[in-house]
């Protein structure tokens, strides 16, 4: 400021007057450049034009300016960054202070006027018309700061919470229009749940600077999550507090997310039947799922401390540890199924699969999720010995065991075929219908009547009897059991069953049933034909009984003796037929 | 005159039967048939006015059994006059049962008749008038 000339210019039509303030000036040595003009008309011209003053002196008593307060009001209007002083002969202090509010700077009476006072004035109009300007640009640099931020803004009535004023990034947010704002509260636009702690929270703090997270309802009536920071503030005069609002809404929504998703994790992992486990490579626990307890019998906290090799059964370790060294090439393996020593010594079953997973922060291990299959392993070696078992009795056995595939009409034969019915391997047929054509023609169709019936019946056991043709032509008569294999629609699958050779059986009950037949004979003749003389002889022996001298009796004896001929006769010939039948 | 006809192939049998029922009150030889075919043919005989009968009949006989006269029998007018008894030398019960399906068979005896059993016979109601 020092180091530039001060433009100055005065409007003076009194030369007297003009040159008092010239000397004044050169007085204090100024460094000072002084503009005249001596008419309105002319200050104008120069205000108007581009210039530089730094200062306008004005004197009242204008010859084309017949009212002070009209020619005051001009000027400032003029010169609205320029510091104007009043110079006037008048010494009426009452338009003087009313000049003041008219926005002039100083006011200066002539008579009473000095260099020091005319200088003093100038510097200090300057000075404060450049600290008034600097307050005024830094004002409206902080009002851009709060309309234009991206941030909501806005400002509250301290004890009431009425705002003040608001940014338009909240009025974007909230979707209320600036005055609608300004007829509310903050109150207004609280989530009712949130009401109470915020209201706490900021009677606590009324004249600090606090922060917080808030739920505020937007015009919509959505929910919006924000983190202010609010601050206690003048405004306009009044205990205000300016606020900042982030909007984390979204930041929330995925927090919650990612909670979720965490408890959906802990759910999987924790709730489920599998066993996961996530392990170093020399077998140490790093994590254990709780359903430890339930396959293991062993709570997830004592296992952590152990190494998982030692549950390990010693037969299967080494498979286990080959497993765990595959790793180093390949990231996922499925363990051979092995044991595992629960709490009660049992040994159970698992089915593991290891996902090498050290290189991912997260986890930084070797993953197993292990499934329990024990009773299905069980199971299975029960079926192995029932095959087994099948196989041996199937060998054993002296009767032809059948194995039909119902849906794919193939059969197979134990040694059986060969042994019982004299057929080489060649011979036999491997499709029902080569079985069927050995079945007797008469037989048949009873054999196909009740398999039919059993596949529709649904019962699972069929007995028949049927004579099958041997490899010489001849028969042998069978008796069948068979037992029909169903799979879950209840469809016939296959059909189990085991051909005994009835043939001596049956040859031997034919025996017995001639001979029952003829031994009825031999019953019959006995009570018929051996009767039939003894009855006579009876007969006579009791007319001879009861007649005395009777004049036949000659001829009486005579039958008895004929009858008794014939009955030694009848019972030869039966003694001979026994002998024969037995 | 009510009449006993004999038919028993058995021609010892038919002479003791003929003496027995003669000790019983028959006054006359009752007339006897070797074949009951014969027998059939004379209880048809038109000339033969008398239709009172009572019959000893033997089951097993070579031509015609006794159950096959008693089924032919049965289709004759007025049979229902003649009342059968039926004689067998068997003692199977099966005969006995059978017998009481025609309704001509009176009584069913097994071999030997005897005195005392015609005697018998003759003291029933239904059968005194033969025995004279």
Redesign the interface.
């Known amino acids: 400021m020092k180091n530039k000339k001060l433009n100055i210019l005065v409007i003076e039509d009194h030369l007297g007057d003009y040159i008092l303030i010239e000397d004044y000036l050169n007085e204090e040595h100024l460094d000072i450049q002084l503009t005249r003009a001596t008419r309105f008309s002319e200050a104008r011209e120069l205000l108007t034009a581009a210039h530089n003053f730094a200062v306008v002196l004005l004197d009242l008593s204008l010859p084309d300016a017949d009212n002070n307060e009209g020619l005051v009001k001009s000027v400032v209007a003029l010169a609205p960054k320029i510091p104007v002083i009043v110079l006037t002969g008048y010494s009426d202090k009452e338009f003087g202070v009313k000049t003041l509010s008219l926005g002039i700077s100083d006011y200066l009476l002539k008579d009473e006027l000095s260099a020091a006072q005319l200088s003093k004035s100038i510097y200090y109009s300057i000075e404060r018309n450049y600290a008034t300007i600097q307050l005024g640009e830094s004002e409206k640099k902080y009002k851009s700061l709060f309309d234009s931020s991206p941030l909501p803004m806005w400002v509250l009535e301290r004890n009431t919470l009425q705002f003040l004023n608001v940014n338009s990034a909240a009025i974007n947010l909230y979707g209320y229009t600036y005055d609608e704002f300004l007829s509310m509260t903050v109150k207004d636009i609280w989530v009712k749940e949130d009401a109470e702690r915020i209201t706490s929270f900021w009677k606590s703090s009324i004249n600090d600077t606090f922060k917080t997270t808030v739920k505020h309802y937007s015009k919509a009536g959505k929910i919006i999550e924000l983190e202010i920071k609010s601050n206690p503030i003048e405004f306009d005069g009044k205990e205000a507090r300016v606020t900042l609002a982030t909007d984390i809404t979204a930041r929330v929504e995925a927090e919650q997310a990612l909670m979720l998703s965490e408890q959906r994790f802990k759910a999987l992992v924790q709730e489920a039947s599998e066993l996961v486990m996530i392990l170093e490579f020399n077998g140490d626990y790093s994590y254990v799922s709780p359903s430890s307890k339930i396959i293991l019998g062993i709570e997830a906290d004592l296992l952590i401390n152990d190494n998982f090799f030692h549950l390990v059964h010693k037969d299967d370790i080494t498979a286990v540890k080959e497993g765990f060294r595959k790793l180093t090439d390949v990231k996922r393996i499925q363990l051979k199924s092995y044991r595992v020593k629960s709490e009660c010594g049992e040994w159970r079953w698992l089915e593991t699969i290891l996902t090498n997973l050290s290189n991912d922060l997260s986890v930084g291990g070797i993953v197993a999720n292990s499934r329990d299959i024990t009773e299905f392993v069980e199971q299975e070696n029960k079926l192995i010995e029932s095959l087994l078992r099948y196989n041996i009795v199937s060998k054993a056995t002296s009767d032809t065991v059948t194995d039909y595939d119902v849906q794919l009409d193939k059969m197979e034969f134990n040694e059986g075929m060969e042994k019982m019915f004299g057929y080489t391997q060649e011979q036999i047929g491997s499709e029902g219908e080569w079985w069927n054509k050995n079945i007797h023609p008469e037989d048949r169709e009873n054999v196909e009547a009740k398999t039919e019936e059993l596949y529709k019946s649904g019962a699972s056991n069929l007995q028949v009897e049927y004579r099958f043709k041997c490899a010489d032509g001849t028969y042998k008569y069978i008796l069948d059991r068979s037992f029909l294999v169903t799979d879950e629609q209840g469809n016939a699958k296959r059909m189990i069953g085991s051909m005994q050779d009835m043939t001596e059986i049956y040859e031997y009950i034919n025996t017995i049933k001639n001979r029952n037949a003829r031994l009825k004979e031999i019953a019959?003749t006995q009570?018929?034909v051996v009767?039939?003389p003894?009855?006579?002889?009876?007969?006579?022996i009791?007319?001879l009984q009861?007649?005395e001298g009777?004049a036949?009796q000659s001829?009486?004896l005579g039958?008895i003796v004929?009858?008794a001929q014939e009955l030694d006769e009848i019972i030869r010939k039966i003694t001979e037929k026994t002998e024969q039948e037995i | 005159m009510a009449k006993i006809l004999i038919i028993d192939d058995?021609s010892?049998?038919v002479?003791?039967?003929q003496?027995?029922l003669q000790?019983c009150g028959v006054s006359y030889e009752p007339l006897a048939f070797k074949d009951a075919r014969e027998g059939l043919n004379y209880l048809q005989d038109e000339s033969n006015e008398e239709k009172d009968y009572l019959i000893f009949l033997d089951i097993?006989m070579p031509s015609l059994s006794g159950w096959e006269f008693l089924e032919k029998l049965e289709k004759f007018e007025e049979s229902d006059k003649i009342k059968v008894i039926m004689v067998?030398?068997?003692?199977?019960s099966y005969d006995k049962k059978k017998s009481v399906d025609y309704k001509n068979v009176f009584d069913f005896i097994?071999?030997?008749?005897?005195?005392?059993r015609c005697n018998e016979l003759r003291a029933k109601e239904d059968l005194s008038k033969f025995f004279k």
């Not at chain 1, 003894?534 to 006579?540: E, F, T």
């Not at chain 2, 097994?110 to 005392?116: A, C, F, H, S």
């Open positions: 019959w009570s018929h009767r039939a003894l009855a006579r002889i009876m007969a006579i009791d007319l009861v007649q009777v036949d001829k009486l039958y004929t009858s | 058995d010892i049998v002479f003791v039967q003496k027995i000790k097993n067998t030398s068997s003692i199977d097994e071999k030997p008749i005897t005195v005392e």
